[in-house]
């Protein structure tokens, strides 16, 4: 798998999709959630990061 890289976190597009949604989100609510967000995503990237290798999906295991 590619490694891509992620988009960083900009504050001024999350409060613009806010805007578009009808979301009131003040400028400290776009700071705090663009905050969040880098969060989430960081360990997104962490799990990104670990190879399975040959490890089966989910629905093939079977608890007998």
Known sequence: ????KRT???P???AAVAKVAKLPLSPAGVQELA???AGIY???DQLDAVRLGETPPAFCFKAD
Do not use: N, S, T, V
Not at 1 to 4: F, N, R
């Open 1 to 4: 798998m590619a490694d891509i």
């Open 8 to 10: 960083p976190i900009d």
């Open 12 to 14: 001024a597009e999350i």
């Open 35 to 37: 905050a969040a967000m």
């Open 42 to 44: 960081g360990l997104l």
